[in-house]
């Protein structure tokens, strides 16, 4: 149970209060300027899971004994809570992958894979800025995941990489970039937590064919996101970290009978298909069904293949599995009839922009 923290701030001062009423002041008295008094912050982890008690002075009341004073309690987990997570995305797929999870004062991206200027446009569009981003979470080392990441950190230097180092050798060795790329990498283990502003980020397993190929599992307050991008197969840590999620990134990166009689070459749609590959739309589709909870609220899907898929096949074949088992299904576009739905289903484009969601509690 919550510990009960008083706290009645006080200022000894002979002028008058904030309401107290110019009648009630002498001419004669002259009004000092106290020092300023500071506001606890309520992001102290020291205060965390208190509650703060605070004296409310109604009008006409001014003059009242503060024992007198009605007292209103205020969980501080509740206030905390109100705190949209926004989340965007700046393209998805294999010609470059990149997404900013964070606050109006500042998150991460996921993946460096898109060109600079495109991201720096879509934050401004809607009221950010680079200056926001502390940092970029790398999941493996295709170049679509992290070719600009050292453009990005060279440019923005405030801004570091966190990735596995077993990740960052597989980009030196595979790409032709700086090795001072290393000047700005931190680090991340699988499975420790680590912190990027007010967010904690946890790295899990996933199955692709990269190096050491990672998801991330982020969390504010009480609520999670899990993001599983490029994986050929639901592995158990990554269903352990998405059926925790209030808000999934996953991969719905082909329709199986499209990849079948497509055009690519019998060794790409093995490799594809591999468990080390990329996830059917049935796949994905069947998964969200067998795990959904009244937890779960948006699926973004992602990583959609521009050859061998469609928005509206991916969307189709998920909506049809979540309306199987008796679920509302909304398009994320914030109407009454997606208020009202169960969960959220958003295809995240491949080349452009998509809006900035305003996750909240």
Same mark, same amino acid.
């Given at each position: ?6 706290? *009645? ?14 009648? #009630? ?13 500071? =506001? ?15 004296? =409310? ?12 004073? #009605? ?22 797929? *294999?010609?470059?992958?990149?997404? /900013? ?79 001072? =790329? ?84 019998? /060794? ?23 795990? /959904? ?31 199987? =088992? ?36």
């Amino acid at each position: 149970m919550a510990r009960k923290l008083k706290f *009645s701030p006080k200022i000894n001062m002979p002028g008058p209060g904030l309401f107290d009423l110019d009648g #009630d002041i002498a001419p004669s008295t002259p009004i000092p300027t106290p020092e300023a008094t500071p =506001i606890p912050d309520l992001n102290d982890p020291g205060l965390a899971g208190l509650d703060f008690t605070i004296n =409310i002075k109604a009008p006409g009341q001014q003059n009242r004994p503060s024992a007198e004073i #009605d007292r209103i309690a205020i969980d501080t987990a509740r206030l905390n809570a109100t705190d949209s997570i926004l989340f965007m995305s700046f393209g998805s797929g *294999s010609s470059g992958n990149c997404s /900013y999870i964070g606050g109006r004062t500042g998150g991460f991206l996921i993946d460096a894979g898109v060109d600079i200027d495109k991201v720096r446009d879509g934050l401004k569009a809607n009221g950010l800025s680079l200056d926001h981003i502390k940092g970029v979470c790398l999941t493996h080392d295709h170049s679509d995941h992290m070719r600009y990441a050292y453009t990005l950190v060279r440019k923005h230097r405030h801004i570091g990489i966190y990735c596995t180092p077993r990740a960052m050798n597989g980009i030196l060795r595979r790409h032709n970039v700086s090795r001072r =790329i290393k000047d700005y990498h931190t680090a991340i283990y699988k499975e420790i937590p680590f912190t990027i502003g007010n967010f904690t980020i946890t790295a899990f397993e996933v199955m692709h064919d990269g190096s050491d190929n990672a998801g991330f599992y982020v969390q504010h307050d009480d609520r999670g996101f899990a993001i599983a991008t490029d994986l050929g197969c639901i592995s158990d840590r990554a269903d352990h970290y998405m059926r925790q999620a209030d808000y999934l990134m996953i991969e719905s990166n082909y329709d199986l009978n499209m990849l079948l009689f497509g055009s690519y070459p019998e /060794y790409l749609k093995s490799r594809i298909r591999n468990v080390n590959g990329h996830l059917d739309n049935k796949v994905t589709a069947e998964y969200l069904a067998k795990i /959904y909870t009244q937890r779960l609220r948006y699926v973004f899907l992602c990583h959609l293949s521009r050859d061998n898929n469609t928005p509206e096949a991916a969307l189709a074949a998920s909506r049809q599995a979540l309306e199987g =088992i008796g679920l509302k299904v909304g398009n994320g576009l914030n109407t009454p009839e997606d208020n009202a739905a169960n969960v959220q289903l958003i295809a995240l484009p491949r080349f452009d922009c998509s809006p900035l969601f305003s996750l909240r509690p």
